[in-house]
């Protein structure tokens, strides 16, 4: 199993500003993914985060609102632009080394007034 | 697509009671079936997972699942339910291949009472 560290662990952002979250994973894995679990909803999936290559959005999610980086094969980070209180989420990143199962960073708690 | 559904939002059980947690999946190929655990303020902790062979699967805490393909369900379940299992369940497919992305059901909320 891999164990996924996140940083910021919790952060209360003003709107318009811009947070930039990490995702440490302490053995390499094939594939990071990066979620948001909305206040009391479920996890949704905002894009996967390639090494080498650009990250894949899914739909309604996009580039220039969510960057992601992935320098190596244990780092991974995204970052929320322009925030406004709708991006008030947890973001939790994931990884996967190749056997399907994907395991789960702490999340990180985001407030923007 | 592939979709997960967990039809209920909120299950209530007695500490000591059995539990189970329903999912159904839609999918039209052989899926990859994962249950995860959230507790209050935490990330996701996987329960047990599913790939093939033996159709029901042990996991951590005392927790197993069976898949039943005729059914399209993969319930979890557990016979004695302590106050410490009270959190949220999500159940999830995956598509196979290396490259696969996580579908996530709403969530089934688990209160314990004493």
């Known amino acids: 199993s891999a164990v996924i560290s996140q940083k910021p662990s919790r952060d209360i952002c003003q709107r318009g500003t811009s947070l930039t979250i990490q995702c440490q994973v302490d053995?390499?894995?094939?594939?990071m993914f990066w979620y948001r679990q909305q206040p009391g909803q479920s996890l949704t999936l905002i894009a996967t985060a390639n090494q080498g290559s650009e990250a894949t959005y899914e739909s309604g999610f996009v580039i220039d609102k969510f960057p992601i980086s992935r320098p190596n094969l244990t780092f991974s980070t995204l970052t929320v632009s322009n925030m406004s209180p709708e991006d008030s989420s947890i973001y939790l990143c994931?990884?996967?080394?190749?056997?399907?199962?994907?395991?789960f960073g702490p999340g990180t708690r985001l407030l923007v007034l | 697509a592939q979709s997960v559904t967990q039809p209920d939002i909120h299950i209530t059980v007695s500490e000591g009671a059995s539990l189970e947690l329903r999912c159904n999946y839609s999918?039209?190929?052989?899926?990859?079936l994962f249950w995860y655990v959230q507790s209050p303020g935490q990330g996701l902790q996987l329960l047990l997972k599913?790939?093939?062979?033996?159709?029901l699967v042990q996991g951590i805490k005392g927790f197993e699942a069976e898949f039943k393909r005729s059914q399209s369900s993969f319930n979890l379940r557990k016979p004695s339910v302590h106050w410490s299992d009270a959190a949220e369940y999500f159940c999830a497919v995956s598509t196979t291949g290396t490259a696969s992305k996580l579908t996530f059901g709403t969530g089934t909320r688990l209160q314990v009472t004493l």
């Open positions: 994931s990884g996967s080394g190749g056997e399907e199962t994907q395991y």
């Open positions: 053995s390499q894995v094939t594939m």
């Open positions: 999918y039209g190929a052989t899926p990859y």
């Open positions: 599913y790939f093939s062979g033996d159709t």
